[in-house]
RNA sequence: GCCCUGGUGGCGGAAUCGGUAGACGCGCAGGACUUAAAAUCCUGUUUGCUGUAAGGCGAGUACGGGUUCAAUUCCCGUCUGGGGCACCA
């Protein structure tokens, strides 16, 4: 009877599925344990050895807290949406549905085959209706709420608006737009546009404006993936940032409670750590330098355009830039200022654009005077004025109520029209219609064109605006920098500011003679990843914008810079530069030549940046002789006087929640006249509510991208366009499903919630999560969040969703390489390199020619007679040969011998290739440690394994590989050590000849003392993860027991390996005669009485280093063991008659004697 | 660049709280069984020197320092592999 694991593994794979002795209830006397893993994504790969690394370590200690009388919730699902199955789908045409289908399946088969103990009947699928159903739903929650900083939790939506009606917003400060403010009277007055418009500033999911990759060619938006060295990596074309409204989830005012609360976590303090840096809490404080008014006049708004398009090549006005900002809608009309000019002006620009205005206003064509007159005295209804100013422009005539601008133009030419579409672009974005007349128009039929702008002014509703303030800065005619910074004690050091490229202050304080080589290096900057501007340090680049600010202590002024080391992002996307105190504003001073305050004394070099924290601050006013500690308050303290405040700042971002993308959750969002709705709103509108959940994602012809780089939904006109208004076009985020799925596992086939309260009391916490590091700040950050918002909701009763988390490290793969001799290098016209055949070196024979003249000399020959086209490469003897090497697929690999013969048929069109070979006769391939990937070709199944050694020799050799935490190349080398094993383990049990041989004898002290060891041991180890120790404690064991098969000893054995090697357990079980499945018997205790042990053999060390073993009583006493040790006679002899200085007895330990 | 993490024999790794470095397995070498092979079993295997042998002496946990009676373990610095850096999941 041997150990048939094909047989045995199909046997009880059958009956533990036929049993569903997997199957889990929520209602239970045991103790619950929740025990997860890491869904999977199901690409087309399918899974790889490295995948269930984590899934074999989750499910050991699954089974062996069922084992311990837990009732154990160990469920598995997939997270199903995705790009790779949408760029397939752009690929072959298939539809991400079937593909998907198709991979889930045999991920399935794959996880089967290992004999997981998941309960099935509870899997999840992020793309099934039913399930993101409620995705849906929580995001609507999340548009539902808002965040009370004072009671520090979310609330519904609806009681912000009670609050907003009786008191407006004065405590309850605007997150989206901090400069907000308004009564409840204000609150009352404003549209019911407004009123959405201001809510948006507060919801937990909103919209707001992000740069994406744009793709012009591809008219698409990428991921940053597909973006490599700056262009696109399917095809190659160029790329750059574009601003477009997206969905956020704000998850910034969660910042302080994600970070506190990871404290109650017991997760490794690497972790932690990497999340502690995504929040980036620091204590700073804000400072704002005022821009300085110079002589150096700021271009006109049309000179501006002008020298945009020369700096363009004349291409595209870029009006509608500088909106800046990752959440940048500002608020509504500020309605407390009377002053319509003011409300529609830029005010930065005040001072410049106004007296153009009232040289407009003077200077006014003929056609202008006439409509102005015609306008005074036709009774319109509704106030017009002329010569405006709005933003940047100063508009012909304006209705500011109706949000109308007219304009009068003379002649139209190509240049003007071109003016014209960009200036209407830039004021259609700020909600105003623009009508355009002629001079002749005006001048010959001036009723007609009184009679149109009736009309229009009908057709447009009042105040329907998202913004017509345009508003930043705090005064007429003065514009603000406002940066943060953690070190305001060196306030004194500030040499210059930088603001990030695409800070919206560029474009209005830029002077005329900068204007250019700012624009120029603008469009360097789009072409540049975020990543490349964090990580180029070495190369200073920047740009003057001609603008400077005064300094808010000493008043000096101080050069205003954009450079892309400032990211827009990142805190105010200003800073003030320290060149003595800090790295890179020392690289950007010294290469732009900017003279350096010391404000380090004789710790600044004038060479290098000093930017330890310790020591004093020098020559900075009243700062000066105090230390960091103290000048940092001392500075805040005097900056509060200039408009400075203390600030807790947090380098965490809200998450950008929208794709323009097919294959992921279409949002439930309806808009009615370009106002969003939930789908749950109680809205009627033409006669039919707004919709109900799940939005379902319809199904596509193409996966093309929509116009305006809007996802694929956007094709399908009619599933956009519904009786009750627009839909939503862009998808949720992979991060949507996969931040609640933990939730669903609980109660997943609920229809009526998300899951049922009781469920979610009863499961609570997942006690053990497994997952890769790659999760660290993305997934775990995320489902925290959603957590805590259910949570704050009432929705669930705990607000963290992982109590306990393991990282699993990577299993990379091992990729061989072959060499092949290239032609490149040896342009010789009179070859017919088409005829050039395949030739491949050794890769020992290769490194051998670098260093033996023979050998190359030897190659060198072999390709010519080889090459097909006779002695190609004799004219470049001396050099030597080049090589070109290429991956070839792992399993034509045995160790490092390429299979040749295997090699010429995996690709064709070597097979007629010739292989210099070593003198072994053998061709030997590179190899190289990667990432496992189906492109580098070394990629290894777990079916083969499994196919070969069974399921049971692959669950424990994965394990004793290394600790779980520990990445390392996959290797099979040690795979047959582990399956002795368990043919060894077999054979206590049966014999090949006797069959089964297990004995009812009693067992010896040693046997049990043996078995108990394990039993603790293994115990210990599961409990600390420790797989790979557990593994070699069951070889050790079982050499240990050599012969014994008595029941008393291999009965407890047998279920002990079951968590490692559930298929011969279970056998094993039932072969000894006991019923039902071996998950329901109960772990073997360890008991010490088979430990203890009576004696010691210690260590004797003199200063440190071991010399002799003696035997002492566990409690033998320090004056008899001292004793004894200096009468050895081995001590004795190194002490060297030298006196003893200090003698040491660590009990059970060792002992050590100091001389 | 920044953050995290690792580096121990020919290889995967062990040493759980600062206490005999190299457990266990692979590989390799030698041997037993066998007509032979497979399977199985036994012995040896960090390294240098020394000894017929039992053994003895020294070095050694990426590198350079430090703390300690004692350091793979703690501290400082350097080199180096891997992961993450916000639209891959």
């Given at each position: 009877?041997?150990?048939?694991?094909?047989?045995?593994?199909?046997?009880?794979?059958?009956?533990w599925?036929?049993?569903?002795?997997?199957?889990?209830?929520?209602?239970?006397?045991?103790?619950?344990?929740?025990?997860?893993?890491?869904?999977?994504?199901?690409?087309?790969?399918?899974?790889?050895?490295?995948?269930?690394?984590?899934?074999?370590?989750?499910?050991?200690?699954?089974?062996?807290?069922?084992?311990?009388?837990?009732?154990?919730?160990?469920?598995?699902?997939?997270?199903?949406?995705?790009?790779?199955?949408?760029?397939?789908?752009?690929?072959?045409?298939?539809?991400?549905?079937?593909?998907?289908?198709?991979?889930?399946?045999?991920?399935?088969?794959?996880?089967?085959?290992i004999?997981?103990?998941y309960?099935?009947?509870?899997?999840?699928?992020?793309?099934?209706?039913?399930?993101?159903?409620?995705?849906?739903?929580?995001?609507?929650?999340?548009?539902?709420?808002?965040?009370?900083?004072?009671?520090?939790?979310?609330r519904?939506?609806?009681?912000?608006?009670?609050?907003?009606?009786?008191?407006?917003?004065?405590?309850?400060?605007?997150?989206?737009?901090?400069?907000?403010?308004?009564?409840?009277?204000?609150?009352?007055?404003?549209?019911?546009?407004?009123?959405?418009?201001?809510?948006?500033?507060?919801?937990?999911?909103?919209?707001?404006?992000?740069?994406?990759?744009?793709?012009?060619?591809?008219?698409?938006?990428?991921?940053?993936?597909?973006v490599?060295?700056?262009?696109?990596?399917?095809?190659?074309?160029?790329?750059?940032?574009?601003?477009?409204?997206?969905?956020?989830?704000?998850?910034?005012?969660?910042?302080?409670?994600?970070?506190?609360?990871?404290?109650?976590?017991?997760?490794?303090?690497?972790?932690?750590?990497?999340q502690?840096?995504?929040?980036?809490?620091?204590?700073?404080?804000?400072?704002?330098?005022?821009?300085?008014?110079?002589?150096?006049?700021?271009?006109?708004?049309?000179?501006?355009?002008?020298?945009?398009?020369?700096?363009?090549?004349?291409?595209?006005?870029?009006?509608?830039?500088g909106?800046?900002?990752?959440?940048?809608?500002?608020?509504?009309?500020?309605?407390?200022?009377?002053?319509?000019?003011?409300?529609?002006a830029?005010?930065?620009?005040?001072?410049?654009?106004s007296?153009?205005?009232?040289?407009?206003?003077?200077?006014?064509t003929?056609?202008?005077?006439?409509?102005?007159?015609?306008?005074?005295?036709?009774?319109?209804?509704?106030?017009?004025?002329?010569?405006?100013?709005?933003?940047?422009?100063?508009?012909?005539?304006?209705?500011?109520?109706?949000?109308?601008?007219?304009?009068?133009?003379?002649?139209?030419?190509?240049?003007?029209?071109?003016?014209?579409?960009?200036?209407?672009?830039?004021?259609?974005?700020?909600?105003?219609?623009?009508?355009?007349?002629?001079?002749?128009?005006?001048?010959?039929?001036?009723?007609?064109v009184?009679?149109?702008?009736?009309?229009?002014?009908?057709?447009?509703?009042?105040?329907?605006?998202?913004?017509?303030?345009?508003?930043?800065?705090?005064g007429?005619?003065?514009?603000?920098?406002?940066?943060?910074?953690?070190?305001?004690?060196?306030i004194?050091?500030?040499?210059?500011?930088?603001?990030?490229?695409?800070?919206?202050?560029?474009?209005?304080?830029?002077?005329?003679?900068?204007?250019?080589?700012?624009?120029?290096?603008?469009?360097?900057?789009?072409?540049?990843?975020?990543?490349?501007?964090?990580?180029?340090?070495?190369?200073?680049?920047?740009?003057?914008?001609?603008?400077?600010?005064?300094?808010?202590?000493?008043?000096?002024?101080?050069?205003?810079?954009?450079?892309?080391?400032?990211l827009?992002?990142?805190?105010?996307?200003?800073?003030?530069?320290?060149?003595?105190?800090?790295?890179?504003?020392?690289?950007?001073?010294?290469?732009?030549?900017?003279?350096?305050?010391?404000?380090?004394?004789?710790?600044?070099?004038?060479?290098?940046?000093?930017?330890?924290?310790?020591?004093?601050?020098?020559?900075?006013?009243?700062?000066?002789?105090?230390?960091?500690?103290?000048?940092?308050e001392?500075?805040?303290?005097?900056?509060?006087?200039?408009?400075?405040?203390?600030k807790?700042?947090?380098?965490?971002?809200?998450?950008?929640?929208?794709?323009?993308?097919?294959?992921?959750?279409?949002?439930?969002?309806?808009?009615?006249?370009?106002?969003?709705?939930?789908?749950?709103?109680?809205?009627?509108?033409n006669?039919?509510?707004?919709?109900?959940?799940?939005?379902?994602?319809?199904?596509?012809?193409?996966?093309?991208?929509?116009?305006?780089?809007?996802?694929?939904?956007?094709?399908?006109?009619?599933?956009?366009?519904?009786?009750?208004?627009?839909?939503?076009?862009?998808?949720?985020?992979g991060?949507?499903?996969?931040?609640?799925?933990?939730?669903?596992?609980?109660?997943?086939?609920?229809?009526?919630?998300?899951?049922?309260?009781?469920?979610?009391?009863?499961?609570?916490?997942?006690?053990?999560?497994?997952?890769?590091?790659?999760?660290?700040?993305?997934?775990?950050?995320?489902?925290?969040?959603?957590?805590?918002?259910?949570?704050?909701?009432?929705?669930?009763?705990?607000?963290?969703?992982?109590?306990?988390l393991?990282?699993?490290?990577?299993?990379?793969?091992?990729s061989?390489?072959?060499?092949?001799?290239?032609?490149?290098?040896?342009?010789?016209?009179?070859?017919?390199?088409?005829?050039?055949?395949?030739?491949?070196?050794?890769?020992?024979?290769?490194?051998?020619?670098?260093?033996?003249?023979?050998?190359?000399?030897?190659?060198?020959?072999?390709?010519?007679?080889?090459?097909?086209?006779?002695?190609?490469?004799?004219?470049?003897?001396?050099?030597?040969?080049?090589?070109?090497?290429?991956?070839?697929d792992?399993?034509?690999?045995?160790?490092?011998?390429?299979?040749?013969?295997?090699f010429?048929?995996?690709?064709?069109?070597?097979?007629?290739?010739?292989?210099?070979?070593?003198?072994?006769?053998?061709?030997?391939?590179?190899?190289?440690?990667?990432?496992m990937?189906?492109?580098?070709?070394?990629?290894?199944?777990?079916?083969?394994?499994?196919?070969?050694y069974?399921?049971?020799?692959?669950?424990?050799?994965?394990?004793?590989?290394?600790?779980?935490?520990?990445s390392?190349?996959?290797?099979?080398?040690?795979?047959?050590?582990?399956?002795?094993?368990?043919?060894k383990?077999?054979?206590?049990?049966?014999?090949?000849?006797q069959?089964?041989?297990?004995?009812?004898?009693?067992?010896?002290?040693?046997?049990?003392?043996?078995?108990?060891?394990t039993?603790?041991k293994?115990?210990?180890?599961?409990?600390?993860?420790?797989?790979?120790?557990?593994?070699?404690?069951?070889?050790?064991?079982?050499?240990?027991?050599?012969?014994?098969?008595?029941?008393?000893?291999?009965q407890?054995?047998?279920?002990?390996?079951?968590?490692?090697?559930?298929?011969?357990?279970?056998?094993?079980?039932?072969?000894?005669?006991?019923?039902?499945?071996?998950?329901?018997?109960?772990?073997?205790?360890?008991?010490?009485?088979?430990?203890?042990?009576?004696?010691?053999?210690?260590?004797?060390?003199?200063?440190?280093?071991?010399?002799?073993?003696?035997?002492?009583?566990?409690?033998?006493e320090?004056?008899?063991?001292?004793?004894?040790?200096?009468?050895?006679?081995a001590i004795?002899?190194?002490?060297?008659?030298?006196?003893?200085?200090?003698?040491?007895?660590?009990?059970?330990?060792?002992?050590?004697?100091?001389?």
């Amino acid at each position: 009877m041997e150990y048939d694991f094909r047989k045995i593994e199909a046997e009880w794979k059958k009956y533990w599925a036929d049993k569903e002795v997997y199957k889990v209830s929520n209602d239970s006397a045991k103790p619950k344990c929740y025990v997860l893993d890491m869904f999977p994504y199901p690409s087309g790969a399918g899974l790889h050895v490295g995948h269930p690394l984590g899934y074999i370590a989750s499910d050991i200690y699954a089974r062996y807290k069922r084992l311990k009388g837990y009732n154990v919730l160990h469920p598995m699902g997939f997270d199903a949406f995705g790009l790779p199955a949408e760029q397939y789908a752009m690929e072959t045409g298939q539809h991400p549905a079937v593909t998907t289908e198709k991979n889930i399946a045999r991920y399935r088969e794959q996880l089967d085959n290992i004999g997981f103990c998941y309960d099935w009947s509870r899997e999840v699928r992020t793309s099934d209706p039913k399930y993101y159903k409620w995705t849906q739903w929580i995001f609507l929650q999340l548009f539902h709420s808002w965040y009370d900083r004072t009671q520090q939790k979310a609330r519904p939506i609806k009681e912000l608006i009670v609050i907003l009606e009786q008191e407006g917003n004065e405590y309850y400060a605007c997150p989206g737009d901090e400069t907000l403010t308004f009564s409840g009277e204000q609150w009352k007055d404003y549209s019911e546009a407004e009123q959405r418009n201001v809510l948006m500033q507060y919801r937990m999911a909103y919209q707001g404006y992000a740069q994406v990759w744009w793709c012009e060619a591809l008219g698409t938006v990428l991921a940053n993936d597909e973006v490599v060295n700056g262009v696109s990596e399917r095809g190659g074309h160029p790329v750059e940032r574009k601003n477009m409204r997206q969905w956020f989830l704000r998850i910034t005012e969660y910042a302080e409670r994600l970070l506190t609360s990871l404290d109650t976590l017991d997760w490794t303090d690497a972790m932690k750590e990497m999340q502690r840096n995504w929040i980036g809490k620091s204590n700073g404080a804000e400072v704002q330098f005022r821009v300085a008014q110079r002589a150096s006049p700021q271009p006109s708004p049309k000179e501006r355009e002008v020298l945009r398009d020369t700096a363009r090549g004349g291409l595209t006005p870029a009006l509608s830039e500088g909106e800046g900002g990752v959440a940048g809608l500002t608020g509504p009309v500020a309605a407390n200022n009377e002053d319509p000019t003011w409300r529609t002006a830029d005010k930065t620009l005040y001072d410049k654009i106004s007296p153009l205005q009232n040289e407009l206003k003077n200077h006014q064509t003929e056609a202008e005077d006439i409509l102005w007159q015609e306008v005074r005295n036709s009774k319109l209804g509704v106030k017009i004025r002329r010569q405006h100013i709005v933003g940047r422009f100063v508009a012909d005539f304006i209705c500011i109520p109706k949000n109308l601008v007219i304009e009068v133009d003379g002649k139209i030419h190509a240049e003007r029209e071109k003016e014209d579409a960009a200036r209407t672009e830039y004021l259609e974005d700020r909600g105003f219609k623009v009508i355009r007349f002629t001079n002749d128009e005006v001048i010959g039929n001036v009723t007609a064109v009184i009679e149109k702008i009736k009309r229009v002014l009908n057709d447009q509703n009042e105040n329907e605006l998202r913004d017509t303030s345009l508003s930043f800065g705090e005064g007429r005619g003065e514009a603000f920098i406002t940066v943060f910074t953690t070190r305001p004690d060196t306030i004194f050091g500030v040499d210059f500011m930088v603001l990030a490229p695409e800070h919206e202050l560029v474009d209005n304080i830029t002077t005329v003679e900068q204007s250019k080589a700012i624009d120029e290096y603008r469009t360097y900057v789009k072409s540049r990843s975020e990543r490349e501007r964090m990580s180029e340090v070495k190369q200073v680049t920047g740009c003057f914008t001609g603008a400077y600010v005064k300094h808010p202590l000493t008043g000096n002024e101080l050069p205003v810079w954009i450079s892309e080391y400032v990211l827009v992002g990142y805190g105010t996307g200003a800073i003030m530069a320290v060149p003595s105190g800090d790295d890179r504003d020392h690289a950007f001073a010294k290469h732009f030549d900017i003279p350096v305050t010391n404000i380090f004394g004789d710790r600044y070099t004038g060479e290098k940046a000093y930017s330890d924290k310790n020591g004093v601050i020098e020559n900075s006013d009243f700062l000066s002789g105090m230390s960091i500690k103290e000048a940092t308050e001392a500075a805040i303290s005097a900056l509060e006087k200039t408009g400075g405040k203390r600030k807790v700042n947090y380098r965490l971002r809200d998450a950008g929640f929208s794709r323009q993308r097919y294959w992921g959750e279409p949002f439930p969002i309806m808009y009615v006249d370009d106002i969003p709705y939930g789908n749950d709103e109680p809205i009627v509108h033409n006669n039919h509510i707004l919709g109900e959940l799940p939005v379902e994602l319809p199904m596509v012809e193409h996966y093309k991208p929509g116009p305006e780089g809007q996802g694929p939904l956007a094709n399908i006109e009619d599933w956009v366009e519904t009786e009750a208004g627009e839909r939503e076009t862009n998808t949720m985020p992979g991060y949507a499903g996969s931040s609640w799925y933990f939730l669903r596992y609980m109660d997943p086939h609920n229809d009526a919630a998300f899951a049922d309260r009781k469920a979610t009391d009863y499961w609570q916490q997942v006690d053990l999560y497994i997952g890769g590091t790659e999760h660290a700040v993305g997934h775990l950050l995320y489902s925290r969040m959603w957590t805590k918002a259910l949570h704050d909701l009432g929705h669930i009763g705990f607000d963290e969703p992982f109590k306990k988390l393991l990282n699993q490290g990577m299993i990379q793969g091992s990729s061989r390489f072959v060499y092949k001799f290239s032609n490149s290098g040896h342009i010789q016209p009179e070859y017919d390199f088409s005829k050039l055949a395949s030739i491949f070196i050794s890769k020992d024979m290769v490194e051998e020619s670098h260093h033996d003249e023979n050998v190359k000399a030897d190659i060198l020959e072999f390709i010519k007679q080889n090459d097909g086209i006779n002695s190609v490469v004799l004219a470049n003897k001396k050099q030597g040969f080049d090589l070109t090497q290429n991956r070839v697929d792992v399993s034509l690999v045995d160790g490092y011998e390429l299979n040749v013969e295997g090699f010429k048929k995996w690709r064709p069109e070597n097979s007629n290739a010739a292989f210099y070979l070593n003198r072994d006769g053998k061709y030997i391939c590179g190899a190289e440690v990667e990432k496992m990937s189906k492109s580098k070709y070394n990629v290894v199944n777990p079916d083969d394994i499994v196919s070969q050694y069974g399921a049971d020799t692959f669950r424990m050799y994965e394990m004793f590989l290394g600790p779980i935490d520990v990445s390392k190349p996959w290797d099979t080398k040690g795979i047959e050590g582990v399956h002795r094993f368990l043919k060894k383990l077999w054979r206590l049990y049966a014999d090949e000849q006797q069959g089964w041989i297990v004995t009812d004898e009693p067992a010896t002290a040693a046997e049990l003392k043996t078995l108990h060891k394990t039993i603790r041991k293994i115990n210990d180890d599961i409990e600390r993860f420790s797989f790979n120790t557990s593994v070699s404690q069951f070889m050790i064991c079982v050499n240990e027991l050599n012969n014994c098969h008595k029941r008393e000893i291999v009965q407890p054995l047998a279920v002990l390996i079951c968590p490692f090697a559930p298929h011969i357990a279970e056998e094993l079980w039932h072969k000894l005669g006991n019923e039902g499945t071996v998950l329901d018997a109960a772990f073997p205790v360890a008991e010490d009485r088979y430990l203890v042990d009576n004696t010691k053999v210690y260590p004797v060390a003199v200063n440190g280093r071991t010399r002799a073993e003696m035997e002492f009583a566990i409690d033998a006493e320090d004056t008899f063991v001292q004793s004894e040790v200096l009468a050895n006679e081995a001590i004795q002899k190194w002490m060297e008659g030298k006196g003893l200085k200090k003698f040491i007895y660590v009990k059970g330990k060792m002992i050590n004697v100091v001389v």
